[in-house]
């Protein structure tokens, strides 16, 4: 278990969070009982050109990475993905299993394919989003398993990668001001165009590879909007920023006068949702 541990509680609790943040982490060996989806073949771009995909097979066979984070969060569990078990061509693209993209997920994103399939339509055309893959340019995965779980299930000598929060607005403010209080940084926080699964772990290692310790506020794409409460966003941070917001915020406003108003509002918004 991660050393910074013992300083969660107490954030959380100033927070107004009853969940624990997710650790992402890559692995050799998955966590017994994680949640995963079913097993599949994951096709390639080379396969694609020659005309060896069974499209309807692939998407026969869809899970959305957030989808099964959502059933983890809610049981507990940790959700656990492979290379045979991804469930989603842009989940295998973002988490680092498969690259370059398939063409037509990038038309899917895009403008769609006239009389075949309508499209997402959240960028204007397919060279926007080859642009966009690569911008965010995902590295290859480092070992067999990308693997989500609750902090407190960290073994010893495991230690995430990223960790991210889910969170209604009053608690995300807090968390965006806190990044900004121990980086001294007042562009610590980045919200881009993406997926939602490149919100926790994608992008931040992308900004991370850059030379930028940053916090990505993510929760935007709205396909994945059904596998968030009503209003929640995620918060999404590099190890090494994690502990610094672990450890420091007890000399952040979080102890003063103003956040105690804004904990009134935490308070309102749980009674509201009958939380």
């Known amino acids: 278990m991660p050393e910074i541990l013992p300083e969660l509680p107490g954030l959380l609790e100033v927070l107004g969070l009853e969940e624990e943040p997710l650790g992402i982490y890559y692995a050799s060996e998955a966590p017994a009982e994680a949640l995963t989806p079913k097993a599949a073949v994951l096709p390639t771009a080379a396969q694609e050109a020659r005309g060896e995909v069974d499209w309807e097979e692939v998407f026969s066979n869809f899970a959305c990475i957030m989808g099964v984070i959502w059933r983890a969060r809610k049981s507990g569990k940790a959700a ?21 993209q398939l063409e037509t997920i990038i038309h899917y994103v895009s403008t769609g394919i006239p009389g075949v399939m309508e499209g997402e339509h959240y960028l204007a055309s397919p060279e926007a989003m080859r642009r966009f893959l690569a911008l965010v340019d995902p590295r290859p995965a480092p070992a067999r398993f990308c693997i989500f779980k609750p902090l407190s299930q960290f073994a010893p000598g495991e230690t995430p990668e990223t960790v991210s929060f889910f969170a209604r607005p009053e608690s995300i403010s807090g968390l965006h001001f806190l990044a900004s209080f121990v980086t001294d940084d007042p562009e610590a926080v980045a919200a881009p165009f993406g997926a939602d699964c490149s919100y926790v772990l994608t992008w931040p290692l992308t900004y991370l590879a850059r030379g930028q310790l940053k916090a990505v506020l993510g929760g935007w794409d709205p396909s994945a909007r059904k596998f968030h ?9 590099p190890w090494e920023l994690f502990t610094r917001m672990a450890t420091r915020w007890r000399e952040s406003f979080l102890t003063k006068h103003t956040w105690a108003t804004v904990q009134k509002k935490i308070a309102l918004s749980r009674r509201a949702w009958k939380e």
């Open 80 to 100: 656990c993905f492979d290379r045979d078990h991804v469930g989603c061509l842009g989940g295998a693209f973002y988490l680092g299993f498969l690259k370059p």
């Open 229 to 237: 409460k009503p209003d929640e966003l995620s918060f999404s941070v």
